[in-house]
């Protein structure tokens, strides 16, 4: 059974820093790609980041590029996304997922990813 634990969530003043790691287990961690989508209240889904395990290549959303890093342990099945600089409008349910690294290579994250994690709020406080 494929399983997407995140946590490290959690409130947080403007300008500060978190990181949420998502533990992954059920599925074969080198042939997949991890990805982070986020959903503010009110807002669509919206995919913002992932890696490919087996070669560690990054993806980010233009908006969050140079505050927002994703990196993966292979020996832990773990992918964290660190975030810097949070603003309020980062806050948000931020949801791990996975799929596979071939789909992820040809297809929108939006339909490549498919197992999600139930995700970890994220409260950035002005």
């Known amino acids: 059974e494929v399983q997407l634990v995140e946590s490290g969530g959690g409130f947080v003043q403007a300008g500060g820093s978190l990181r949420l790691s998502c533990a992954a287990s059920?599925?074969?961690?080198?042939?997949?790609?991890i990805g982070w989508f986020r959903q503010a209240p009110g807002k669509e889904r919206e995919g913002i980041s992932y890696?490919?395990?087996?070669?560690?290549?990054?993806y980010y959303v233009d908006s969050l590029k140079g505050r927002f890093t994703i990196s993966s342990d292979n020996a832990k099945n773990t992918v964290y996304l660190h975030m810097s600089g949070l603003k309020p409008e980062d806050t948000a349910v931020y949801y791990c997922?996975?799929?596979?690294?071939?789909?992820?290579?040809?297809?929108?994250?939006?339909?490549?990813?498919?197992?999600w994690g139930k995700g970890t709020l994220v409260i950035v406080s002005s």
């Open positions: 997922t996975a799929g596979p690294s071939e789909l992820v290579k040809e297809t929108p994250m939006e339909f490549a990813m498919l197992h």
């Open positions: 059920g599925f074969s961690f080198g042939d997949y790609a």
């Open positions: 890696i490919h395990n087996s070669n560690g290549y990054t």
